[in-house]
């Protein structure tokens, strides 16, 4: 079973950058399509981005297009969330996870699974 560590987070003023690793282990997750979710208090997981498998294919929330690249390095085991321009509604707690259900693209958080434990990010304005 994968398990996902997400890291790279921590407080930024707006117009500032992150970049967000989640690197996996126990098993590789070259063979599923990948995404990141956010959540901040009081509200539910939503779509943030998703890397197909293959890599040459990705999917952005309206809010983040533009401004976050989703990424993959196999050889690594590891997804990067590159986060610019960031602004406080951007403030939440990070998630990556595997696709294990539904087709590519998905924005359901329920078409993903092996969560890891987050990683938060702040934004101040």
């Known amino acids: 079973q994968v398990q996902l560590v997400e890291s790279g987070g921590g407080l930024v003023q707006a117009g500032g950058s992150l970049r967000l690793p989640c690197a996996a282990s126990?098993?590789?997750?070259?063979?599923?399509?990948m995404g990141w979710f956010r959540q901040a208090p009081g509200k539910e997981r939503d779509f943030v981005a998703a890397?197909?498998?293959?890599?040459?294919?990705?999917h952005y929330a309206d809010s983040v297009k533009g401004r976050f690249t989703i990424s993959k390095d196999n050889a690594k085991n590891t997804v990067y969330l590159q986060m610019n321009s960031l602004k406080p509604e951007d403030t939440a707690v990070y998630y990556c996870a595997p696709q294990k259900f539904g087709s590519w693209p998905s924005r359901k958080s329920a078409d993903f699974g092996s969560w890891g434990q987050g990683t938060q990010v702040t934004v101040s304005s």
């Open positions: 890397i197909s498998w293959s890599g040459d294919s990705t």
């Open positions: 126990g098993r590789t997750f070259s063979g599923y399509h």
